[in-house]
């Protein structure tokens, strides 16, 4: 198991920017694949971005083109910036380690409203 914090979330209106942040109780991110996922309001939990171990990321439809996943092994963290932000990206965003797949954090809420 590991341990997953997650932070950055908050309150902005539909075209604006956050960056979320999670800290990983694992030896590196870098070895890893890390991945963001989201819960948006009577929906499942749904995958948003992967970064793999040899940095090669994957976006769902709707995170393409506006988030951006990212990591820092120094600092043990995985990012994903939100640019653009709508509506219905309102929800509470986690991060995830796959190869832990039952491990998660409390989430980070992101509300986009006008």
């Known amino acids: 198991q590991v341990q997953l914090v997650e932070s950055g979330g908050g309150l902005v209106q539909p075209g604006g920017s956050l960056r979320l942040s999670c800290e990983v109780s694992?030896?590196?991110?870098?070895?890893?694949?890390m991945s963001w996922y989201r819960r948006t309001p009577g929906k499942h939990r749904e995958l948003v971005a992967v970064i793999f171990a040899d940095g090669f990321t994957h976006y769902s439809d709707s995170a393409k083109g506006r988030f951006t996943i990212s990591r820092e092994s120094a600092k043990n963290t995985v990012y994903l910036q939100l640019n653009s932000l709508k509506l219905e990206d309102t929800g509470v965003y986690y991060c995830?380690?796959?190869?832990?797949?039952?491990?998660w954090g409390q989430g980070t809420q992101v509300t986009v409203s006008s």
């Open positions: 995830n380690v796959p190869v832990f797949p039952d491990s």
């Open positions: 694992v030896k590196s991110v870098s070895q890893y694949p």
